[in-house]
């Protein structure tokens, strides 16, 4: 190649290597690794076409991630499969968590879905959450969902994702769904909606209040739960609930 035909493909070459890096910046691939404070999540995005771009959607997958590590000190579990599939609309939910692999998370966002349904998203975190906790038997369902209904907003707030007064007006909101009724049989015999996640979030903020009381703003739920967490308690295990809230007492000095 003569010196002149160089000159005039160098050019070509130089900006075919810069189109290659911003490509390579720009995650296209439907199947991402993602590395977060104690885990890894193995995250496979919708090949539909949707308004938000791969990287929106991973943005939103790192901040519902590292919302729940910070809350936790750390991911629940060593690796994730998360699973996030098109759905209509804007809307962002059908999240179910399920002990398999290690964790395995499927949730549904709508093709019409921008930026700031994410932002606003709270069913992520809700999910990742139970990542957290051993599964327990059917009549104790009301302190996993209670747990991922309470600390849900909690660690959002923390994490800049909410304001408090969001969080204080949604409690207020929302915490009378969860009182018991004329034929109420307490939280282990009444499997409704209201009773299993608001019932099991009212549980969860009236033992963050008395952990508080006792230990003097020392300790809180955060510290109990860690504690369970620590001890071994996360989504792949099944325990009963006398030895979680065991280790909750035993983290935070409480009974």
Same mark, same amino acid.
């Given at each position: 190649?003569?010196?002149?035909?160089?000159?005039?493909?160098?050019?070509?070459?130089?900006?075919?290597?810069?189109?290659?890096?911003?490509?390579?910046?720009?995650?296209?691939?439907?199947?991402?690794?993602?590395?977060?404070?104690?885990?890894?999540?193995?995250?496979?995005? $919708?090949?539909?076409?949707?308004?938000?771009?791969?990287?929106?959607?991973?943005?939103?997958?790192?901040?519902?991630?590292?919302?729940?590590?910070?809350?936790?000190?750390?991911? $629940?579990?060593?690796?994730?499969?998360? =699973?996030? %599939?098109?759905?209509?609309?804007? %809307?962002?939910?059908?999240?179910?968590?399920?002990?398999?692999?290690?964790?395995?998370?499927?949730?549904?966002?709508?093709?019409?879905?921008?930026?700031?349904?994410?932002?606003?998203?709270?069913?992520?975190?809700?999910?990742?959450?139970?990542?957290?906790?051993?599964?327990?038997?059917?009549?104790?369902?009301?302190?996993?969902?209670?747990?991922?209904?309470?600390?849900?907003?909690?660690? =959002?707030?923390?994490?800049?994702?909410?304001?408090?007064?969001?969080?204080?007006?949604?409690?207020?909101?929302?915490?009378?769904?969860?009182?018991?009724?004329?034929?109420?049989?307490?939280?282990?015999?009444? $499997?409704?909606?209201?009773?299993?996640?608001?019932?099991?979030?009212?549980?969860?903020?009236?033992?963050?209040? %008395?952990?508080?009381?006792?230990? =003097?703003?020392?300790?809180?739920?955060?510290?109990?739960? =860690?504690?369970?967490?620590?001890?071994?308690?996360?989504?792949?295990?099944?325990?009963?609930?006398?030895?979680?809230?065991?280790?909750?007492?035993?983290?935070?000095?409480?009974?």
């Amino acid at each position: 190649m003569s010196a002149g035909s160089l000159s005039r493909v160098l050019p070509v070459l130089l900006a075919l290597s810069l189109v290659s890096q911003v490509r390579a910046q720009q995650p296209d691939s439907s199947n991402v690794i993602l590395k977060i404070a104690g885990g890894t999540l193995d995250v496979t995005l $919708p090949d539909d076409p949707m308004k938000l771009s791969h990287q929106d959607l991973l943005n939103w997958v790192k901040a519902s991630a590292n919302a729940v590590a910070n809350y936790y000190g750390r991911f $629940p579990v060593p690796h994730l499969t998360l =699973r996030v %599939r098109a759905g209509n609309g804007s %809307r962002i939910g059908h999240g179910v968590t399920y002990p398999k692999d290690g964790g395995l998370i499927l949730i549904s966002v709508g093709k019409e879905a921008d930026v700031s349904d994410t932002k606003d998203d709270w069913v992520l975190v809700h999910e990742m959450i139970h990542l957290a906790f051993p599964s327990m038997e059917d009549n104790h369902h009301w302190i996993e969902e209670g747990i991922s209904t309470y600390v849900e907003p909690v660690a =959002r707030v923390r994490a800049g994702l909410m304001t408090v007064n969001e969080m204080w007006q949604a409690f207020v909101n929302d915490m009378p769904k969860g009182e018991p009724g004329s034929d109420d049989q307490g939280l282990d015999q009444t $499997p409704t909606w209201g009773r299993t996640y608001w019932g099991g979030g009212m549980f969860c903020l009236v033992a963050d209040v %008395r952990i508080r009381e006792q230990t =003097r703003n020392r300790k809180s739920l955060q510290d109990a739960l =860690r504690g369970v967490l620590n001890g071994g308690g996360n989504i792949n295990e099944d325990w009963n609930i006398e030895k979680a809230l065991a280790l909750g007492d035993k983290a935070t000095g409480t009974s």
